[in-house]
């Protein structure tokens, strides 16, 4: 076998070249996951050179590095925030005030692996939700967005699979095997949560799932940049940085969306768009209550015991822990949380150590909503007299005390007939599917987009819109 | 199905209400059984809502006791209304979880008392379970998809097989050390590594990480015995299913006996059923027990037998028996002596057993004298201190007798009562002494009072169905003692009296100590272990002092314990 350098090929701040166990680790694992990222990463494109974004290094100069590469020689890299304070203390839980973990506590040792395992799940399982996109991408714009989410989730990947290698031993080497073979949407080996088996299957969903699921993604990884475990902590602080592109993709893919909606609207004065092969507000809508239920379900059940545990042993924090001004303790303090009783929604005082869950659940609505609110801006601009809202938290739940129950979108509880009988005039309807479905066409001629959403406003990395950013 | 909270669930409840453990499918709240063909599914699909006791929710399939006490409804009834059944095949209905144990929120509020009779009778259900499967070839197979832990996984080891799920998700586990700081309470340290021979430093491992094991390495170190894709895993439980059926000695053809409801009437100070009278002397905490023999004619053929169904005298004085035994020990906390004695006549009760030896092949009568031997195992294990008090009237022989042998000590009369026309009382053996009705410890309850004799037990069978007058039981060592008329009250009274004085835990343990000598098997392993160390986990600050385990868990907070081993 030919000697490959590691240290090269895999850029990093985590001294790989003197970390012998790390390497033959890394050694093992690299040409299977290569593999998994032929065979189940972007499907026809791999060949071709895509104008992507590298992080060589953590400073300001190598985080974002751009070039035209080919997506299996992308250097996917392993990054640590920098370590900018030397005497770092736990912010939170029982060991609040002592010195931050190096190593794995071994008490700690299998819920913080349970923690790694089921964040680095996420990461290739929306590679796989997404591998056949590029072939009715909007544009070339769009499919290196693509791209560049993609190549950036593989790269989280491999910032989870360092943590279980470089600290948990044999199990965690086999564990980075398993990431590489549960696969999104297999019965017989599905990705951990319920949201990454679902399909994505056109782009109206991709932009929803990137806006409100990669957000989901944004909270778990800030409360675990809160860890007392500093690794972990640091880890997530550094893919943060990388997951607000993934986000700002979702914004305005949507907001594109929109806009190309609302510019027919004023142009033919009409509402329905679709016969200019646009997509009409109140399917955005539907979209909106779907993406965003499904997503609220990746916070898990409203009061939680593992989450009360994680907060006291200091593993996983809440959201910004450290502005927050409280105790950071939680022993005593309530939380309000909606619960339904007797067939009511109601506000219900709970510990607030119980309801950490439902906190950072919270924290995630108050920010899905200032982009419903920016989306709302260009409808209002445009004259147009339609809202965007986010359905009820309790709409449409899979998990948590709401499951089961069925709510509308505004919040009120419903027999299931009612549910039954409007359900497609809350969540898309196969025909609203079958209708997106219709749209999607590959649009490859660099500056022109798809019928249905409008162009951006600027390039990437300043480029000009008609830039090649896929050469094909 | 019983939904009442009681006093002995929980210490802050004020209200006294009796925990019923006469339920039926159509009243079950959790579990969905289905018969179809030879194959029962008996699916765990658990109500949150519909708890025993207050200030819990039954969450993700986890189980109070009235989950269990339709189990233990749902076998019993397989047993006796199913016979066509030669398999069961125990599964979820909740799609993530197959079961999470007993609730932890139920635990960390019930009295320690509760604790370990729910314990005790959660046991009692998994013998159950692993006795349909030896005696009347019930086979068992247990289906997990989702997570197993704990109690939920302890119900699996008592199947006869587990098959796993092989979805990435699918995990055995238990974590009740590691989680709870207690031990897994129904028998699941044993079973792991008596009955299924898992490997004892991988059961220790396994045992102390709360994720459990799932997929290829749960195979290898034999936690379940295959493990199939999720795509082919109802085709393979079905298959399966199949198969243990198909080896199954069970009848395809014949008729279940229907378990009509018991009829039950609770007074005050007493208990009336059909067989059975319990008075109730609270100022001496004793029950006594008048259990009444055939009352009829026999019946004389084994269609008669079929036709009689539960109202066939060996199975209604049984199940009665069996209500009675768990009425008093959930809900009569305090009455510490059973007193057992019976009116009818000898000859009847020996015709009774001949009847049964007559037609033991038949799966009804095998599966009555099954369901006898596990009464009374229920009997041996139950914290009360038993005594026998054979009085002229009285009926002990053969199957009856065995409360004699069961006592911690018998009384017999010698001679008559002062103006009582009665002669006196006899006692007789039958077949059912000499190996039909086993103690937990494997042994009869004869062997195990002549472990000193080798020979004593031959010499007693010799003397099958003879009369036996209070000299002779006393020589041949079937009784304590043979008080006359002028002493015989003092004499149980002064014992009765003397035990209501002791301490109630000390008794337990000595009785406990002292009832199964000889050999163990896994069965009194596991009971002896729970009284052993769980009982005493369950009472140490570590798992329910302020911040125990125990009682922090669910709150975030974390248990702090005294690092001293003991």
Same mark, same amino acid.
């Given at each position: 076998?030919?000697?490959?350098?590691?240290?090269?090929?895999?850029?990093?701040?985590?001294?790989?070249?003197?970390?012998?166990?790390?390497?033959?680790?890394?050694?093992a694992?690299?040409?299977?996951?290569m593999?998994?990222?032929?065979?189940?990463?972007?499907?026809q494109?791999?060949?071709?050179?895509?104008?992507?974004?590298?992080?060589?290094?953590?400073?300001?100069?190598?985080w974002?590095?751009?070039?035209?590469?080919?997506?299996?020689?992308y250097?996917?890299?392993?990054?640590?925030?920098?370590n900018n304070?030397?005497?770092?203390?736990?912010n939170?839980?029982?060991h609040?005030?002592?010195?931050?973990?190096?190593?794995?506590?071994?008490?700690y040792?299998?819920?913080?692996r349970?923690?790694?395992?089921?964040?680095?799940?996420?990461?290739?399982?929306?590679?796989?939700?997404?591998?056949?996109?590029?072939?009715?991408?909007?544009?070339?714009?769009?499919?290196?967005?693509?791209?560049q989410?993609?190549?950036?989730?593989?790269?989280?990947?491999?910032?989870?699979?360092?943590?279980l290698m470089?600290?948990?031993?044999r199990d965690g080497?086999?564990?980075?095997?398993?990431?590489?073979?549960r696969?999104s949407?297999?019965?017989?080996k599905?990705?951990i949560?319920?949201?990454?088996?679902?399909?994505?299957?056109?782009?109206?969903?991709f932009?929803?799932?990137?806006y409100?699921?990669?957000r989901?993604?944004?909270y778990?990884?800030a409360?675990l940049?809160?860890?007392a475990?500093?690794p972990?902590a640091?880890?997530?602080?550094?893919?943060?940085t $990388?997951e607000?592109?993934?986000?700002f993709?979702?914004e305005?893919?949507?907001?594109r969306?929109?806009?190309?909606a609302?510019?027919?609207?004023?142009e033919h004065?009409?509402?329905?768009?679709?016969?200019?092969?646009?997509?009409?507000?109140p399917?955005?809508?539907?979209y909106?209550n779907?993406?965003?239920?499904?997503?609220?379900?990746?916070?898990?059940a409203?009061q939680?015991?593992?989450?009360a545990?994680?907060?006291t042993?200091g593993?996983?924090?809440?959201?910004?822990?450290?502005r927050?001004?409280?105790d950071?303790?939680?022993?005593?303090?309530?939380?309000?949380?909606?619960?339904?009783?007797?067939?009511?929604?109601r506000?219900?005082?709970?510990?607030?150590l119980?309801?950490?869950?439902?906190?950072?659940?919270d924290?995630?609505?108050a920010d899905c909503?200032?982009?419903?609110?920016?989306?709302n801006?260009?409808?209002?601009?445009?004259?147009?007299?339609?809202?965007i809202t986010?359905?009820?938290?309790?709409?449409?739940?899979?998990?948590?005390?709401?499951?089961?129950a069925?709510?509308?979108?505004?919040?009120?509880?419903?027999?299931?007939?009612?549910?039954?009988?409007r359900?497609?005039?809350?969540?898309?309807?196969?025909?609203?599917?079958?209708?997106?479905?219709?749209?999607?066409?590959?649009?490859?001629?660099?500056?022109r987009f798809?019928?249905?959403?409008?162009?951006?406003?600027?390039?990437?990395?300043?480029q000009?819109i008609?830039?090649?950013?896929?050469?094909? | 199905?019983?939904?009442?909270?009681?006093?002995?669930l929980?210490a802050d409840?004020? $209200?006294?209400?009796?925990?019923?453990?006469?339920t039926a499918?159509?009243?079950?709240?959790h579990?969905d059984?289905?018969?179809?063909g030879?194959?029962a599914?008996?699916?765990?699909?658990?109500?949150?809502?519909?708890t025993?006791?207050?200030g819990?929710?039954?969450?993700?399939?986890?189980y109070?006791?009235g989950?269990?006490?339709?189990?233990?409804?749902?076998?019993?009834?397989?047993?006796?209304e199913?016979?066509?059944?030669?398999?069961?095949?125990v599964?979820?209905?909740?799609?993530r979880?197959f079961c999470?144990?007993?609730?932890?929120?139920m635990?960390g509020r019930?009295?320690?008392?509760?604790k370990?009779?729910?314990?005790k009778?959660t046991?009692e259900?998994?013998?159950?379970?692993?006795?349909?499967?030896?005696?009347?070839?019930?086979?068992f197979?247990c289906?997990?998809?989702?997570?197993?832990?704990?109690?939920?996984?302890?119900?699996?080891?008592?199947c006869?097989?587990?098959?796993?799920?092989?979805?990435?998700a699918?995990a055995?586990?238990?974590?009740?050390?590691?989680l709870?700081?207690?031990?897994?309470?129904?028998?699941?340290?044993?079973?792991l590594?008596?009955?299924?021979?898992?490997?004892r430093?991988?059961?220790d491992?396994?045992c102390?990480?709360?994720?459990?094991?799932?997929?290829?390495r749960?195979?290898?170190w034999?936690?379940?015995d295959?493990?199939?894709?999720?795509?082919?895993?109802d085709?393979a439980?079905?298959?399966?299913?199949?198969?243990?059926?198909a080896a199954?000695?069970r009848p395809?053809?014949?008729t279940?006996v229907a378990l009509?409801?018991?009829?039950?009437?609770i007074?005050?100070?007493?208990?009336?059923?059909?067989?059975?009278?319990?008075?109730?002397?609270r100022?001496?905490?004793?029950?006594? +027990?008048?259990?009444r023999?055939?009352l009829?004619?026999?019946p004389?053929?084994?269609?008669?037998?079929?036709?009689?169904?539960?109202?066939?005298?060996?199975?209604?004085?049984m199940?009665?028996?069996?209500d009675?035994i768990?009425?008093?020990?959930?809900?009569?906390? $305090?009455?510490?002596?059973?007193?057992?004695?019976?009116?009818?006549?000898?000859a009847?009760?020996l015709?009774?057993?001949a009847?049964? $030896?007559?037609?033991a092949?038949n799966?009804f009568?095998?599966?009555?004298?099954?369901?006898?031997?596990?009464?009374?195992?229920?009997?041996?294990?139950?914290?009360?201190t038993?005594?026998?008090?054979?009085?002229?009237g009285?009926?002990?022989?053969g199957?009856l007798?065995?409360?004699?042998?069961a006592a911690?000590q018998?009384?017999m009369?010698?001679?008559?009562?002062?103006?009582?026309?009665?002669?006196?009382?006899?006692?007789?053996?039958?077949?059912?002494?000499?190996?039909r009705?086993?103690?937990?410890?494997?042994?009869?309850?004869?062997e195990?009072?002549?472990?000193?004799?080798?020979?004593?037990?031959?010499?007693?069978?010799?003397?099958?169905t003879?009369?036996l007058d209070?000299?002779?039981?006393?020589?041949l060592g079937?009784?304590?003692?043979?008080?006359?008329?002028?002493d015989?009250?003092?004499?149980?009274r002064?014992l009765?009296?003397?035990?209501?004085?002791?301490?109630?835990?000390?008794?337990?343990?000595?009785?406990?100590?002292?009832?199964?000598?000889?050999?163990?098997?896994m069965?009194?392993?596991?009971?002896?272990?729970?009284?052993a160390?769980?009982?005493?986990? +369950?009472q140490?600050?570590?798992?329910?002092g302020?911040?125990?385990?125990?009682?922090?868990?669910?709150t975030?907070?974390?248990p702090?314990?005294?690092?001293?081993?003991v």
């Amino acid at each position: 076998m030919a000697q490959v350098d590691y240290s090269e090929l895999i850029p990093n701040n985590v001294d790989l070249a003197s970390d012998r166990r790390l390497k033959r680790a890394l050694e093992a694992w690299h040409p299977k996951f290569m593999d998994w990222w032929c065979n189940y990463g972007p499907d026809q494109y791999q060949d071709k050179a895509v104008y992507l974004r590298t992080a060589v290094s953590v400073d300001k100069d190598g985080w974002a590095q751009f070039d035209h590469v080919r997506m299996p020689d992308y250097r996917w890299g392993i990054f640590l925030a920098e370590n900018n304070r030397d005497e770092k203390t736990i912010n939170f839980g029982e060991h609040k005030g002592e010195p931050v973990w190096q190593e794995v506590p071994g008490e700690y040792r299998g819920p913080l692996r349970r923690l790694i395992v089921t964040q680095g799940d996420t990461e290739p399982a929306s590679v796989e939700q997404q591998r056949i996109l590029a072939a009715t991408a909007p544009s070339l714009y769009d499919m290196r967005n693509l791209f560049q989410v993609n190549v950036e989730e593989a790269r989280h990947l491999w910032a989870m699979v360092y943590l279980l290698m470089a600290h948990f031993g044999r199990d965690g080497r086999e564990e980075a095997e398993e990431l590489l073979e549960r696969r999104s949407g297999d019965p017989d080996k599905p990705r951990i949560l319920g949201a990454f088996n679902e399909r994505t299957p056109d782009w109206l969903s991709f932009y929803m799932f990137t806006y409100f699921t990669d957000r989901d993604g944004k909270y778990q990884l800030a409360s675990l940049a809160e860890s007392a475990f500093d690794p972990l902590a640091r880890t997530c602080q550094f893919m943060l940085t $990388e997951e607000a592109h993934h986000m700002f993709v979702g914004e305005t893919g949507v907001a594109r969306v929109i806009q190309r909606a609302c510019d027919l609207m004023r142009e033919h004065r009409t509402d329905d768009v679709r016969k200019f092969g646009a997509i009409d507000l109140p399917t955005i809508q539907k979209y909106v209550n779907f993406h965003f239920s499904v997503s609220e379900d990746l916070f898990g059940a409203e009061q939680s015991t593992n989450a009360a545990n994680y907060f006291t042993q200091g593993l996983k924090g809440r959201y910004m822990e450290a502005r927050i001004k409280d105790d950071h303790l939680l022993k005593d303090s309530p939380y309000s949380v909606t619960d339904l009783v007797d067939g009511e929604l109601r506000q219900q005082e709970v510990p607030a150590l119980t309801a950490i869950n439902e906190r950072l659940r919270d924290d995630y609505i108050a920010d899905c909503q200032r982009g419903v609110d920016r989306w709302n801006k260009l409808i209002k601009e445009a004259g147009i007299d339609f809202e965007i809202t986010l359905p009820h938290r309790a709409f449409h739940r899979q998990i948590g005390v709401f499951s089961g129950a069925h709510v509308t979108p505004q919040g009120k509880v419903v027999d299931a007939a009612t549910w039954a009988a409007r359900e497609y005039d809350w969540l898309p309807s196969p025909a609203d599917h079958e209708y997106v479905q219709s749209l999607m066409q590959q649009v490859t001629e660099p500056g022109r987009f798809a019928s249905w959403i409008a162009q951006p406003r600027i390039g990437i990395n300043n480029q000009p819109i008609e830039f090649p950013y896929v050469k094909l | 199905m019983p939904t009442a909270a009681t006093d002995t669930l929980s210490a802050d409840a004020d $209200e006294a209400r009796v925990i019923d453990f006469r339920t039926a499918p159509d009243r079950y709240h959790h579990w969905d059984l289905r018969i179809d063909g030879r194959i029962a599914w008996l699916g765990l699909d658990v109500d949150e809502q519909a708890t025993i006791g207050e200030g819990y929710e039954l969450k993700l399939n986890s189980y109070d006791l009235g989950v269990d006490i339709e189990l233990h409804d749902a076998i019993q009834r397989l047993r006796f209304e199913h016979p066509e059944v030669g398999c069961v095949v125990v599964h979820s209905k909740n799609e993530r979880v197959f079961c999470a144990g007993a609730n932890i929120k139920m635990l960390g509020r019930a009295t320690h008392a509760h604790k370990v009779n729910f314990c005790k009778f959660t046991n009692e259900t998994r013998n159950g379970i692993e006795d349909a499967s030896a005696g009347s070839g019930l086979g068992f197979l247990c289906a997990v998809k989702g997570s197993c832990a704990g109690g939920g996984y302890e119900l699996a080891l008592a199947c006869d097989e587990i098959i796993l799920a092989d979805d990435g998700a699918s995990a055995v586990s238990l974590p009740e050390l590691p989680l709870l700081a207690v031990l897994p309470g129904t028998g699941g340290l044993t079973r792991l590594v008596d009955k299924r021979h898992v490997r004892r430093d991988r059961a220790d491992f396994f045992c102390t990480i709360e994720e459990g094991i799932r997929g290829k390495r749960a195979l290898d170190w034999r936690l379940v015995d295959s493990i199939v894709p999720s795509s082919a895993f109802d085709a393979a439980i079905a298959a399966r299913a199949g198969e243990l059926a198909a080896a199954s000695d069970r009848p395809a053809d014949a008729t279940g006996v229907a378990l009509t409801p018991l009829a039950r009437r609770i007074e005050a100070d007493a208990l009336h059923y059909d067989h059975l009278d319990i008075r109730l002397d609270r100022a001496t905490r004793l029950a006594t +027990f008048t259990l009444r023999g055939p009352l009829d004619e026999l019946p004389g053929s084994l269609d008669e037998i079929l036709a009689q169904g539960a109202a066939f005298w060996p199975l209604a004085l049984m199940r009665e028996l069996d209500d009675a035994i768990l009425h008093l020990r959930f809900n009569e906390e $305090e009455i510490g002596t059973w007193m057992f004695k019976s009116e009818g006549d000898v000859a009847r009760v020996l015709a009774a057993d001949a009847l049964l $030896e007559a037609h033991a092949e038949n799966w009804f009568v095998r599966e009555v004298c099954l369901f006898a031997q596990r009464v009374l195992k229920r009997i041996d294990v139950s914290a009360r201190t038993l005594v026998a008090a054979v009085e002229p009237g009285s009926c002990f022989a053969g199957t009856l007798l065995e409360l004699v042998l069961a006592a911690d000590q018998s009384f017999m009369l010698d001679g008559g009562f002062e103006d009582d026309e009665r002669p006196p009382a006899d006692i007789a053996l039958s077949a059912a002494n000499f190996g039909r009705l086993r103690m937990v410890n494997g042994l009869t309850r004869l062997e195990a009072r002549s472990l000193d004799d080798p020979g004593a037990v031959a010499r007693l069978e010799a003397l099958r169905t003879e009369p036996l007058d209070a000299a002779r039981a006393e020589e041949l060592g079937l009784v304590t003692f043979i008080p006359d008329d002028i002493d015989w009250e003092d004499e149980l009274r002064i014992l009765v009296e003397a035990r209501a004085g002791f301490s109630p835990d000390a008794l337990s343990g000595l009785e406990a100590n002292i009832r199964f000598p000889g050999p163990e098997t896994m069965e009194s392993k596991i009971f002896a272990r729970l009284s052993a160390w769980q009982n005493w986990i +369950f009472q140490r600050p570590n798992a329910v002092g302020e911040k125990g385990a125990l009682v922090l868990y669910g709150t975030g907070e974390r248990p702090q314990y005294d690092k001293r081993r003991v």
